[in-house]
């Protein structure tokens, strides 16, 4: 267990309006990773984060923005929801304080956008 | 440009056999390789990580195998039980050693009492 919690577990919303996903680790692992999951995509990176106030892009990143003000947390926002992004968003950790160090993911925020 | 498959997509067995899930890729130059199982409505567990220097990992009844030149990794399950049921997922990190990961899109394990 790599002591991770999101929140909300579950969300629907409507289009235009901001949303924001909670991760939350309890471990101080420096690498914290926002991924969402599509039928027929797979699990795509959206942003990740190296340290507070560290974070840079992924593949998917357009719409999505990021903070990380505490080790412990890091936020996913949709400034203005939209339907194709509906979607499972997973926040994961790398251990052992490297990028590529094993991941691990918590249990998923799944968002609906109506 | 990296791309991951895993074939087949579903697998129906019986319980107790022996069994192998795929994971090929594209480009032979990677620094590790991951796989894990998600069932239904949750998160990806982590079973076994595979450095580009090793030849295979084993946990339990699970053994992951590696072989870059072809650009493989097998999964082998011994003696699979009902719970082993869920999809599995290979990930592939290229050699750069980035923040990049390149997910299969799985195989559903069905193990029938």
């Known amino acids: 267990d790599a002591g991770i919690t999101q929140s909300p577990r579950h969300k629907v919303t409507e289009t235009g309006t901001p949303v924001t996903l909670r991760c939350h680790q309890t471990e101080n692992h420096r690498y914290m990773y926002w991924y969402r999951q599509d039928p027929g995509h797979g699990l795509r990176l959206i942003h990740y984060s190296y340290g507070v106030k560290d974070t840079d892009k992924g593949e998917v990143s357009d719409g999505y923005s990021v903070s990380r003000s505490k080790t412990e947390d890091f936020l996913l926002t949709l400034e203005s929801a939209t339907s194709s992004q509906t979607s499972v968003y997973f926040c994961?950790?790398?251990?052992?304080?490297?990028?590529?160090?094993?991941?691990?993911f918590g249990e998923g925020s799944r968002l609906t956008v109506l | 440009k990296q791309e991951v498959t895993q074939i087949p997509a579903a697998l129906s067995v019986p319980e107790g056999e022996n069994l192998v899930l795929n994971c090929s890729f594209t480009d032979s130059a990677i620094y590790n390789l991951q796989w894990f199982r998600q069932d239904p409505g949750k998160g990806l567990t982590s079973l076994l990580l595979?450095?580009?220097?090793?030849r295979e990992q084993t946990s339990g009844r699970l053994n992951a195998s590696l072989d870059k030149s072809s650009g493989r990794s097998t999964l082998y399950i011994a003696a699979s039980q009902p719970g082993d049921s869920a999809t599995y997922l290979c990930a592939v990190r290229d050699q750069g050693g980035s923040e990049k990961l390149v997910f299969g899109k799985g195989t559903k394990l069905t193990v029938n009492p």
């Open positions: 994961a950790i790398s251990e052992n304080g490297r990028i590529t160090g094993e991941l691990f």
């Open positions: 595979i450095q580009s220097s090793q």
